[in-house]
Structures are given as structure tokens and as C-alpha cells.
């Protein structure tokens, strides 16, 4: 992918932070991931049907996949955001939010 980033914030941050990722992902209207966590299989997640913060958060450290409108790989962590996506665009958005 062309476009990577980290970003490190405290462990109380996550909640925060798991929500803002759930709001850019709607508003750049990627409304379908796979959710992997440890020890976990792939879990698909429609993003309108479903707690897309509370999900992220539950499973965390877990690895997000995109691949509809936008190319993405989002690696959450404890206390750090991980991501690579081939959209400029959202690559900007993530930049802004993990700052």
C-alpha cells in the first residue's frame, strides 16, 4: 500500500479513538470490514449494523480489513493505531485523527 502511519496515544484513549476511526470509515463510506482478532476467526462487520466503536475496542489488539471503496489495514493495538490504505484521502483523515 502507498500510504502508512502510526498513531500512539494512552491506553485511556482507545475508546476515543476507536470512535473516530468508526466516523471517518462512514463518512468515507467504507461500510463492510473484516474484524480479526487474536485467536479469533475473521468476522465481517457492516459497519451501519453493527456497534463499529464498541466492536473495535472489545477486540483490540485486533487487525481491520478493507477492500471496498478503499484498499485498507488498520492494526489496533492498546496504545497505538497502526494503518496502511492506498486512498490519499483517507490516509489524510487517519493522520489528522492519530495525531
Not at 502511519?5 to 463510506?29: D, K, Q, T, V, W
Not at 475473521?42 to 456497534?51: I, N, Y
Amino acid at each position: 500500500m502507498r500510504f502508512a502511519g502510526r498513531g500512539i496515544f494512552p491506553i485511556e484513549a482507545l475508546p476515543h479513538r476507536c470512535a473516530a476511526i468508526a466516523g471517518m470509515l462512514a463518512e468515507r463510506s467504507i461500510t463492510s470490514l473484516s474484524l480479526n482478532g487474536p485467536g479469533s476467526t475473521s468476522r465481517v462487520l457492516e459497519a451501519r449494523a453493527t456497534d463499529l466503536p464498541g466492536e473495535i475496542e472489545s477486540h483490540a489488539p485486533c487487525v481491520l480489513i478493507g477492500s471496498v471503496p478503499v484498499r485498507l489495514e488498520i492494526r489496533v493495538g492498546r496504545g497505538s493505531i497502526d494503518w496502511a490504505t492506498d486512498d490519499e484521502a483517507v490516509a489524510e483523515d487517519l493522520r489528522d485523527l492519530l495525531v
